[in-house]
């Protein structure tokens, strides 16, 4: 990472360099000039107070990230973590207030405060309530639940608003700093799904914040269905009643109807048996078994095919179980596939402003970023044609949704530099005469 300091120089000078020859000026306005209004970002001297921020304030950061992570936010129960969020920005001169869903939102006024810039991280883990989740330093590594996945990215939120605090800048286009609720699983994006919908008029642009790295930035929205097969039956006991249809058999059937279906590595298709439920002792015929499945695609057909495929399987064990079944004289078995969650597919466009910012900030902290596609609370505005990236937050990390999870901060500050950079390319700087 000292590489990375020296190249950071020298494309300061650099940058310099090219706008000693520009007038100077403030606030310009968006679509034109980009280029130059980027540059007029990142030489800014109030921006190098911002970015030199993190640098001297590491261990703070990660003392945050570690605390934060030890307040459990399991789905649907992030109120706590929200709570320590909403101090930690309001403690950096944010007017901060929560909405209905339970979303943090920090608002750093702008000049112009009819268009917004928002930034986000997910406030909830995968982790139930109960799931251990003490953070245990060792060495340069941090290890917990949920360190990473979202620690990182919710300690970027208050450090960014910070460091912009502490360098005194003022945004042209008003900045949002939001702790978002449900991104994970069944959370189902309801957080952004409310956001954009507050805020839809008025927003320019998203910057997602989530996990670690800086080696990558997803421009394009992963398509997704999350499903749960029910399967019920009359149930009883496993020696007097044997014989009758029994759900777990029905499942386990369906189950390997399903594993066989195949998926076409292009366009990428692939599906998971997540979680499975059901029975009451190991001594009688259950009376319910549940499934749930989670399909993802590049392509929204192969989406539609894979659920149908899914209650067509469900449908053939049922059917071999009965079939097989000496006794239906106490019922059958019911079945059903209900669809916990979708989220919707969407791209953003090559030639986009929010783009061109990113790749500044990569250009002026010497990162390469390659474009990805992944499921994140980008998916809503990308699929409503609102810019919206999502990118790590910098450092290292891994285990991401298992209880080994871990992070490793050296070299953070790149990711919360291009972060920041990135949100200031969007949002402007307001002129002096403006503050
Ligand atoms: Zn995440």
Known sequence: ???????????????????????????????SGRAAHLAQVSQNPQTRTALDWFKAHLSWINDEQARLTEIPAPPFAEGQRAEAVKVLLAAVGLEVHLDKAGNVIGELRGANEREIILIAAHLDTVFPAGTDVKVRREKDRMYAPGISDNGTGLVSLVAIARALHEARIKPQRTVLFVADVGEEGEGNLRGMRALVDTYRDRLKAVVVMDGSGTEHVTTKALASRRMEAIITGPGGHSWSDFGIPNPINALVRASVRFLNTRVPASPRTTFNLGQVEGGTSVNSIPHEARLKVDVRSESEDELVRLENALRECMAAGVRDEMESARDRSKGKLEWKVETLGSRPGGELSSDSPLLASLRAADEYTSNSSRIERASTDANIPLSLGIDAIAIGAGGNGGGAHSLLEWYEPAGRELGLQRALLTVLGVSGIASEKGK
């Open 1 to 31: 990472m000292r590489k990375h300091a020296q190249q950071l120089f020298v494309n300061c000078v650099a940058v310099s360099v090219i706008l000693l020859g520009m007038p100077a000026r403030s606030a310009i306005p968006f679509a």
